[in-house]
């Protein structure tokens, strides 16, 4: 069964970083394109960050939403089927739900989400 | 960036009666060269992550019961629900994949039953 379990949310002051996990199991992880998709409390969904496998450890092309890029760093070790989300210069407004979420049948960008994790809740705040 | 519309924000339908949502895109998500639309529609009910229902604009995830279709073309989509269960009550997003990232959800729409 395909599991994404997400860690790292807590309480941060604006102009901090944090950094993101997700650990998966259940299925090859280094053939799957990963995404971060949050949910601001009681808000709608924001597809945030995107990552194409590749050959190697590390992952391929990653893609960012204007809302995070140049603060927001996604990244994966496949040999440890982990993906991260490095976060800084955080803002009130990056408050949300982060959830990480599997692209359907593999490695194309161009794919909807299949499986989700549960989240992690970031808050901004002093 | 692609923005995607929703309509109506929310709806109240009966059990056992047709509910209907409405998605639309600010660009045409029919990519010629395969004749597929970039478009996915996703459940969400309170305190859970999204969960795919359809995506392609028509295909239904498997598992997803047969009572809930799309349908639609180039900027304009349904996501139908033939006849409303109470397990169907939650919130309802599409979301277009077409091209590069970011790709961007609709507002969403909440369902309840009336």
């Known amino acids: 069964e395909v599991h994404l379990l997400e860690s790292g949310g807590t309480l941060v002051q604006p102009g901090g970083s944090l950094r993101l996990s997700c650990a998966a199991s259940?299925?090859?992880?280094?053939?799957?394109?990963l995404a971060w998709v949050r949910q601001a409390p009681g808000k709608g969904l924001e597809w945030v960050s995107g990552?194409?496998?590749?050959?190697?450890?590390?992952?391929?092309?990653?893609y960012y939403a204007d809302s995070v890029k140049g603060r927001f760093t996604i990244s994966r070790d496949n040999s440890e089927n982990t993906l991260y989300l490095q976060m800084n210069s955080l803002r009130a407004e990056d408050t949300a739900i982060y959830y990480c979420?599997?692209?359907?049948?593999?490695?194309?960008?161009?794919?909807?989400?299949?499986?989700w994790g549960q989240g992690t809740l970031v808050t901004v705040s002093s | 960036d692609i923005v995607m519309t929703q309509s109506p924000d929310s709806l109240a339908v009966s059990l056992g009666e047709r509910a209907t949502v409405n998605c639309k895109s600010s660009?045409?998500?029919?990519?010629?060269?395969?004749?597929?639309?970039?478009l996915a529609w996703y459940q969400q009910k309170p305190g859970q992550p999204p969960k795919l229902l359809i995506y392609?604009?028509?295909t239904r995830e498997s598992g997803v019961p047969d009572r809930f279709s799309g349908g639609g073309s180039g900027t304009d989509f349904t996501l139908t629900i033939s006849s409303l269960q109470a397990e169907d009550v939650a919130v309802y997003y599409c979301?277009?994949?077409?091209?590069?990232?970011?790709?961007?959800f609709g507002q969403g729409t909440k369902l309840e039953i009336k």
């Open positions: 979420a599997r692209l359907l049948g593999g490695s194309a960008a161009s794919r909807p989400l299949d499986c």
């Open positions: 259940g299925f090859t992880f280094s053939s799957y394109a």
């Open positions: 990552i194409r496998n590749s050959g190697g450890n590390s992952g391929g092309n990653t």
């Open positions: 660009q045409s998500l029919l990519y010629s060269s395969n004749n597929k639309n970039y």
């Open positions: 392609w604009a028509s």
């Open positions: 979301q277009q994949y077409y091209g590069a990232p970011p790709y961007t």
